[in-house]
Nanobody, 120 residues
């Protein structure tokens, strides 16, 4: 069983940066693949970035070169560094955890979400 809590969201101007954090509780954190997903109003939840238990990463094309996902297994934390933010990045951001190579949209564990707003 894994509990996930996101933090770090907020209001930021276009071109600005934010770092999201996902704190996990439970055992065997290092065995889980982790990911960030987001959902904008009226849209489906979509992948932002994923990181395997071994540290391999995967990004949505829309965030490549701007966002960086990382994890600290000793602290049971995952991060999303978001740079050069755009209004289209506005969404609720969720972290998830699963036991596949990468965490999928049907992963077992999800956080409650944190709002990121980039005004146009």
């Amino acid at each position: 069983q894994v509990q996930l809590v996101e933090s770090g969201g907020g209001l930021v101007q276009p071109g600005g940066s934010l770092r999201l954090s996902c704190a996990a509780s439970g055992t065997f954190f290092s065995a889980y693949a982790m990911g960030w997903y987001r959902q904008a109003p009226g849209k489906q939840r979509e992948l932002v970035a994923r990181i395997s238990s071994g540290g391999s990463t995967n990004y949505a094309d829309s965030v490549k070169g701007r966002f960086t996902i990382s994890r600290d297994n000793a602290k049971k934390m995952m991060y999303l560094q978001m740079n050069s933010l755009k209004p289209e990045d506005t969404a609720v951001y969720y972290c998830n955890a699963g036991l596949g190579y990468y965490s999928d949209a049907d992963a077992a564990y999800w956080g409650q979400g944190t709002q990121v707003t980039v005004p146009s």
